[in-house]
Nanobody, 121 residues
Framework: QVQLVESGGGLVQAGGSLRLSCVASGRTISNDAMGWFRQAPGKEREQVAAISWRGANTNYADSVKGRFTISRDNAKNTVTLQMNSLKPEDTAVYYC??????????????WGQGTQVTVSS
């Protein structure tokens, strides 16, 4: 069983940056596709970024392309989301999730508890 703990959320002004981290425990996630999802109030949860198990392939929602970067360090069992040029519409709870042998569209087997990101205008 994999446990995920996210950190790095907070309050930032529009145009600013945040770096979200996700640390996994329980087993290695080196064979898992990993993704970052977000859910804003009144909206469905959406995948914003995903990375393949080796890190060779990434996938981004159109709304974050060119601003967000997902990366992973399998040796440290971590996944990171660098968010730049943040906009108020990026405000949401961000979740880390993973799928064993998953693809570019992650269908999570497990989730983290989420971290709040708030972007003020």
């Amino acid at each position: 069983q994999v446990q995920l703990v996210e950190s790095g959320g907070g309050l930032v002004q529009a145009g600013g940056s945040l770096r979200l981290s996700c640390v996994a425990s329980g087993r290695t996630i080196s064979n898992d596709a990993m993704g970052w999802f977000r859910q804003a109030p009144g909206k469905e949860r959406e995948q914003v970024a995903a990375i393949s198990w080796r890190g060779a392939n990434t996938n981004y929602a159109d709304s974050v392309k060119g601003r967000f970067t997902i990366s992973r360090d399998n040796a440290k069992n971590t996944v990171t989301l660098q968010m730049n040029s943040l906009k108020p519409e990026d405000t949401a709870v961000y979740y880390c999730a993973g799928q064993l042998f998953g693809g570019s569209r992650v269908r999570p087997d497990y989730w983290g508890q989420g971290t709040q990101v708030t972007v003020s205008s």
